[in-house]
């Protein structure tokens, strides 16, 4: 990194925030200032949307290109306890539950709201849903407040979230930045 270059925080996404971010038009912002780490299970969820969606597709294209990082996880033991463990938790969660942990990242995001809160008692990492990273955006002026909330409108309207309560939870995020 050159001299005089702000160092990146890192963060583990996982599949849904990822597709979120690509559809809000500001996965690319994202990783100007995240150094984002995916698991494997997260890949292989990517190739497998990445047939049906041209959003997943692009992602998967990033961790590809080495953009967003794919790491493995060491404690397999843990990933099957988490799944077991949680109903709402599926294995791409758990794996970026145990990255995350493994290597000491002290953010992960996800927009499986039912997951959402079993995540956040089941580790002592950060868990935060991808409008988090939308209003961050703006704290660096990578974006407007303005073009935060369309992103979040647009991620919103193509993910069918108004009636759902995602909706209220990550809108949140970004009325604080009012």
Known sequence: MPIG???KALLV??????VSLNIGLVLEKALEIFVIYVPQEVVNELEIHAHLSDEAAHVLNLVRADRIK??????????QALVAENTQIDYGEAEAIVLAEER??????????EAFFQMRRATKVRVDL???????????GKLSVEEAEASFE????KRHWFDARIYKHAKAYLDVLR
Do not use: H, M, W
């Open 130 to 140: 991808s409008p988090y990273l939308i209003a961050a955006l703006v704290v660096t």
């Open 70 to 79: 794919a790491l493995g996880v060491q404690d397999a033991k843990r990933v």
């Open 5 to 7: 270059e702000p160092e």
């Open 104 to 113: 000491s990242i002290n953010l992960i995001i996800t927009d499986d709201f």
């Open 13 to 18: 996404a996982d599949t849904s925030a990822l």
């Open 154 to 157: 647009r991620i919103a309207s």
